[in-house]
């Protein structure tokens, strides 16, 4: 904890999507997080839950104008990002804030080398800077990235790179502007488990040595147990628990989170034997019920979570659950 | 001994690589000398890297592409290179469902005729036998009557899954491969997935060879596990030995590799580099350029798969007893 104003606050953020008959939906309802300095928070869920909805909406990358924030605030150092202006947000994204995506070959501009896409981050952010001092900038970014020969491959483009050098390019893009917070969002999803070990090892020793706050969106449970320090879940739109990451992982609170981390085959005490099963499938964005979201898959739902959509309450000991039973249940 | 169901002896599957206009063709080696055999009922498990072959390996065993050379005995006889008229009653006892069954499945077509397609084909029972029996299918994967009446588009990736399932069970096969049947879905559905092939390999006592990345879902599923790379098999051992007391040093940074909950962190990533081009295989042993503990020999000499005569652990390793001594006390 600390006592410091946090890095980036996100407070009861909606963001609504219109669909084909004009139709708006909150697809993120009433989602709220920080993440301090030197801090990284894991957003975790299963696909559509809106997690990257939330990265997007935080970097006005929303596609426009069929998703947009329909309320609550994004504050960075206490900026308000949800009404800045798209200067100021352009602004803050090259200066600021970085982002890291899953598919590093649809963030790169196939055009130019990888050498050429790192200095212009360069000479945007440090318009002082020699041009000979930028190129040895940029040989040292792709270094510190862990990019082999990178005096050879600063020339290269992005095609004649692997998916594990190409995501790492995007790394030394995203770092050129040293940035203060980092969004991550499922940066290894489409690696191999030993490219995205190199990876995570990479991304924790930069970011401690850089004190930067990283907001790491994953469907991997165990993947952000490597690297977060709170871990935030997310059901259909909503943050339905939030943690310290041991003490999740130790004790769940809510039987959503207790459902996902049973269903894992790591979690199977025999080999070839039933997992432990969520029933049924998430509600559609047409049918949200009025009551607690999960209602229709929880085993412990009762009338009152058939009717009343339970808050997130916060505790004293870092936890946060949405859930009417959970302390009868943790009992 | 029982007679294996399926036994493969040195397959290989090249595909020869247009480099351009009068430059001669290189060769992609996907499949590169493999041996294996299962077992009836039994399920092996086969892990490793994108591009490592193990896609190419499930399709050649069924002829979807033309082996280059080996053999494929299924019940001892020979298939390989069979035309599609001669293996057509063989392709009875062996089908294959996909990672995507979006894809495979024919979006014009109700679930209901897309189930009974296979059974036409081979020309099984008349029109309302093979609607009883469509009707069992859906049953049997889990799905009501009714959904025989849609099209895949209106069933979520979870149960078009099932829809693919019931279709590939539809002729009673004897063997079935899944090539990363449940990679696209989310944990909570994976684990609904996972249960059904269970219990349907439980009642059919079918053999599965099990293609997947995931090493914990391989482990969960497999009685034994044989790890590719490069187009060749590097271990091949019973599932709990592959996953827990790994020799080949590749198999070891690869299980290293694998984040799982209440592990620390991976401070230092098990493996540099990239997995090689399959146009361009060193030689010596395949793994070499990546190996901490490759010696002249490694670069000179492949090393076979060598089986354990105590264990029957097979391993492709000239080095691993020293490696594991070694290692083993430093741990």
């Not at chain 1, 900026?79 to 947000?89: I, N």
Request: aromatic share 4%; charged share 20%.
């Amino acid at each position: 904890m600390t006592d410091s104003s946090p890095l980036l606050s996100v407070e009861q953020l909606h963001v609504a999507i219109r669909n084909d008959h004009g139709i708006s939906r909150d697809m993120v309802s009433g989602v709220s997080f920080t993440v301090a300095a030197g801090e990284t928070l894991g957003l975790v869920g299963e696909s559509g839950c809106g997690k990257s909805l939330t990265a997007m909406s935080i970097l006005g990358l929303l596609p426009r104008p069929q998703a947009g924030i329909s309320g609550g605030q994004v504050r960075y150092r206490g900026e308000d990002l949800a009404g800045a202006s798209r200067q100021r947000l352009r602004t803050l994204r090259s200066a600021e804030i970085a982002v890291i995506f899953q598919d590093p070959m649809t963030a790169l501009n196939p055009v130019h080398t990888i050498g050429r896409q790192v200095e212009e981050v360069l000479r945007l952010h440090f318009p002082g800077l020699k041009a000979g001092d930028r190129r040895q900038r940029v040989l040292t970014l792709l270094e510190d990235v862990g990019i082999p020969a990178a005096a050879e491959r600063v020339n290269a483009y992005p095609h004649q790179l692997s998916g594990g050098m190409r995501q790492r390019v995007m790394i030394a893009i995203a770092l050129a502007g040293e940035p203060k917070l980092l969004i991550a969002d499922e940066p290894t999803t489409a690696l191999d488990v030993t490219i995205q070990a190199q990876i995570i090892s990479l991304l924790i020793s930069l970011q401690q040595q850089r004190g930067m706050g990283m907001l790491f969106i994953t469907h991997d449970l165990a993947l952000v147990a490597q690297l977060a320090d709170r871990i935030a879940v997310m059901y259909a739109g909503k943050i339905v628990e939030q943690q310290p990451a041991e003490q999740l992982f130790a004790s769940p609170r809510h039987p959503y989170t207790k459902g996902l981390l049973a269903a894992l085959p790591a979690a199977a005490e025999q080999p070839k034997t039933r997992l432990a099963a969520m029933t049924g499938q998430v509600p559609g964005i047409d049918q949200m019920p009025t009551g607690c979201r999960f209602a229709n898959r929880c085993p412990h739902a009762d009338d009152l979570c058939l009717n009343t959509d339970p808050a997130l309450e916060s505790f004293t000991d870092g936890a946060a659950v949405a859930c009417h039973h959970w302390k009868k249940l943790n009992d | 001994m029982i007679n294996p169901l399926l036994k493969v002896e040195d397959l290989t599957l090249h595909f020869p690589q247009s480099q351009g206009f009068l430059q001669p063709k290189r060769l992609l080696r996907a499949v590169d000398g493999v041996s294996f055999s299962i077992q009836p009922g039994e399920t092996l498990g086969l892990v490793g890297e994108s591009g490592c072959g193990k896609s190419s390996l499930g399709k050649a065993l069924l002829n979807l592409h033309r082996p280059t050379s080996g053999r494929v005995l299924f019940r001892g006889e020979n298939i390989a290179g069979l035309s599609d008229r001669e293996k057509r009653p063989l392709r009875r006892k062996m089908q294959i469902i996909f990672q995507d069954p979006s894809e495979s499945l024919n979006s014009r077509h109700t679930v209901g005729t897309i189930i009974e397609e296979p059974l036409i084909i081979h020309r099984l029972g008349d029109h309302r036998s093979r609607q009883a029996r469509v009707n069992e299918l859906l049953d049997m994967v889990g799905l009501p009557a009714s959904a025989a009446d849609k099209y895949p588009h209106e069933f979520s990736g979870g149960q078009r899954q099932r829809i693919g399932i019931a279709r590939a069970i539809a002729l009673k096969p004897e063997l079935l491969v899944c090539d990363e049947a449940v990679s696209a879905l989310d944990v909570s559905v994976q684990a609904q997935i996972l249960n059904l092939l269970l219990d349907i390999q439980q009642e059919l006592s079918l053999s599965m060879l099990f293609i997947s990345h995931d090493i914990s879902v391989v482990q969960h599923m497999s009685d034994r596990i044989a790890v590719m790379y490069l187009g060749r098999l590097l271990e091949v051992a019973g599932a709990s030995s592959v996953t827990g007391k790994p020799r080949h040093p590749y198999t070891r940074a690869l299980m290293d590799s694998v984040p799982k909950i209440g592990s620390s962190p991976v401070e230092r990533a098990p493996l540099s580099g990239d997995l090689p081009s399959p146009m361009a295989i060193p030689t010596g042993c395949r793994f070499a350029a990546r190996c901490p503990h490759r010696t002249e020999l490694c670069t000179r000499e492949e090393p076979a798969l060598i089986a354990d005569p105590n264990t029957a652990h097979q391993t492709a390793c000239h080095h691993w007893r020293e490696i594991i001594a070694t290692t083993a006390s430093a741990v």
